[in-house]
């Protein structure tokens, strides 16, 4: 949560994706991805690797909203389903968790461009304590 109040540095995931987390609290979290040459394959489109990361780093942000100093998390699984290409650009990613429980939440996210949902990610992630 230290990134999103700009008291660190994002980690180097977020800059290798050019992405940049505009909010993050109680359960959601808002991102600005902006597309370029480098994330385009042999058709022209964003590979959808790229779009599930994007994704998955604004789904940690929200995750990351709700739990302690002890807690920490990885996905376990990562679902995407793509609606329309994702061409250079800007997109926007609203992430939320849907259901949290002591040891599994259910996150979701939209990813919008040019007001259009391109694609939609779901994500089951385990939540770790420190003992």
Request: charged residues 20%; glycine residues 6%.
């Amino acid at each position: 949560m230290d990134v999103v109040s700009q008291q660190i540095e994002p980690p180097n995931c977020d800059k290798t994706l050019n992405i940049q987390i505009k909010t993050a609290s109680d359960g959601k979290a808002v991102a600005s991805w902006e597309t370029d040459d480098r994330f385009i394959n042999g058709l022209g489109i964003v590979m959808g690797g790229f779009v599930s990361s994007a994704a998955d780093i604004t789904m940690a942000y929200a995750v990351s909203s709700l739990l302690n100093e002890d807690q920490s998390f990885g996905s376990i699984n990562l679902s995407t389903t793509f609606h329309r290409p994702v061409v250079v650009g800007k997109v926007d990613i609203d992430a939320r968790v849907e259901r949290i429980g002591k040891t599994i939440a259910y996150v979701v996210a939209d990813l919008m461009q040019n007001d259009k949902k391109v694609a939609s990610v779901t994500s089951s992630v385990i939540i770790l304590t420190a003992k």
